[in-house]
Structure formats: structure tokens, C-alpha cells
């Protein structure tokens, strides 16, 4: 009987500690009538970061950063789809404008929506244009800025330095090849397999798949289309968002995977200029860090925490 009876506390020991272990929780919140797909993890209480991702995927690139993340520090991390990407709805392009402004809106919408109004960013990729639009309009509110290859100087961004190149042309003048290259690319993504070689972002084929699922669904590379002709209000803004950074005085993370040929490496140093302070972090990574190296970027992303406490603590 005193073995049964040890066995069983043992039993619950084990329950115990599992049932408390750090887990993200999954869920869709409505927003303007949409169904926002999202993940999120650790007490409310907490400093909140808030993860936005990057094109062409969706929080799945984030999750387990966060996850070890919640496991080793007290935050509260919450990450959101944007309207056609990952599981969130997406609405036809001729109901929903796929612009910047537009998915700022309805991040902002969904953020009021969790009742959070102050906390840190982390930003990649597309992540990065919508965060400086949400830092703008409310600096106040933000904690602490994190960016992973994503851009606000055109250092890094070479495919886009040349004004009269093929890319500003585009923004500045529709381009319908580039809308065709694009969809021809979507429609001829195919379930991941090993016949289909190195995976060079190393994103993993549990993303790959989920982005073209994602993708693949009627209407959004139209969608996703707009939004990239729009991209060119970003760069015009990247003077302004300069000097917002400028003036804020908080703590500022930069990490980048040196192995990016999209965004490259000048655009990590180029935020120096603009927050001094910043603390950056070349990585022997990809595009997609978060992905091929997760453990590593938990672990940088962690210290910094730690280290700006108080900071992230303010206003909580």
C-alpha cells in the first residue's frame, strides 16, 4: 500500500510539473469581422512581446522562440497571422485593402482586442514596415524594439537601391509580369519531398507546407500581390521612421542571419545610426533565424530581456 501509494504521488509529482510547463496556446480572434489566427504564451502580467512575422510565412516561424522563452522568463508573448497568411481568414482583395496602412490597422485592432497596450516588438521581414507603423503613431507604447532581417535603411536592401531598378519601377509603376511571376511561382509550389533538394533558408518543411497551403488558397496571390505593390510606401517612410527611432530612448536588439541575400547584413549596422544603443548580433544564420536556429536566438533574445528589465517592466 506504501508503494501504491508512493507511486501515485510520484505520478502526480510528474503531472504537476508537466501541466505548469511553459505552452503556447493557439486560438482565432475576431477582428473586424475577420478571424485572426494566433499563438501565445506566459502570465498577461508580464512584459508583453509582440512577434510580427515576415512575408511569406506566418507566427509559425516564431513559436518556438517563444516557447523557450515563456519556459525561462517571466513575459507574455503573443504573435498574430496577418489577414491570408497562416490560418487566419483571407478576404478577397477587393473587400479587404492589402496595403501596409490597412494590416497595421487590423494588428493594431487585434492587439486593442487582447487588451494589450504596452509592450516590446519583435519584427522580421514584412513585420518590420508594420511595427514602425504601430511605433509611430503610439512611440509610448512600445518597450523594447527587437529586429531580425528586416529593413528601415535602403543599406540593406540591394535589390531595391537602384531607383529606375525593376523593383522601384514596380512600386512606382505596376508591373503585371512581376504579378505573373509571382502567381506562376505560388501555383508551382508543390508539397514538401526530398526530391526537391536543399531547403536554403532552412525554414523547415513543416513552414513550407503551411505557407503553401496558405498561399495556394483562392484569391490570396492576388492578395499578396497588392500588398507587394505596395511596398513602396515603406520605403518612403524609411526617412521618418529613421528619425522616430532616433528619438526613442529605449532598448533596441538587432539580430541577422548573415546568409540572408535579400536583406544583407549592412542593414544590421545601419540601425546604429539611428539607436546607438542598439545592440546588434550577426548570425550564422538565414532569412528565417528563427527557424534554423531557434535555440539561439531564444537564448540572445533572453539576455536582453534580463538585462532591460526594468525597462519592460514600466508601465506593467
Known sequence: ??????????????????????????????VDGLH??????????????????????SSTMYAKVMDDLTSTQPVHV???????????????????????????????????????????????????????????????????????????????FPAAQDPKGELRSHWTQRNPAIDKRRADYVKSIRYPQAADGVDEDHAGPDALLQMMAAEQRPGVIDARNDLWFDYGTNVARYPAWQSTLRGMKIPVLVLWGKRDMFFTTPGAFAY?????????????????????????????????????????????
Open 78 to 156: 503573443i504573435a498574430v497571422d496577418y489577414p491570408s497568411f497562416g490560418y487566419s481568414d483571407a478576404p478577397d482583395h477587393d473587400t479587404y485593402r492589402y496595403t501596409f496602412d490597412h494590416v497595421a490597422d487590423t494588428v493594431r485592432d487585434f492587439l486593442k482586442a487582447r487588451g494589450i497596450t504596452r509592450y516590446g516588438l519583435y519584427m522580421q521581414d514584412y513585420g518590420v514596415p508594420i511595427g514602425f507603423r504601430l511605433i509611430s503613431e503610439n512611440p509610448h507604447a512600445i518597450t523594447a524594439i527587437i529586429v531580425q532581417n528586416g529593413v528601415i535603411h535602403l543599406d540593406g
Open 36 to 57: 485572426l489566427f494566433y499563438r501565445e504564451g506566459g502570465n498577461p502580467s508580464d512584459p508583453t512581446i509582440v512577434f510580427l512575422h515576415g512575408n511569406p510565412l
Open 1 to 30: 500500500m506504501k508503494m501504491l501509494s508512493g507511486l501515485l504521488l510520484l505520478a502526480l509529482c510528474c503531472f504537476s510539473s508537466i501541466a505548469t510547463a511553459a505552452t503556447l496556446s493557439e486560438g482565432w480572434q475576431v
Open 272 to 316: 546604429l545610426r539611428d539607436a546607438p544603443q542598439a545592440e546588434v548580433h550577426i548570425l550564422d544564420s538565414t532569412h528565417f533565424a528563427t527557424l534554423d536556429m531557434p535555440d539561439e536566438v531564444a537564448r540572445r533574445v533572453a539576455v536582453f530581456l534580463q538585462r532591460h528589465r526594468s525597462a519592460l517592466h514600466d508601465g506593467k
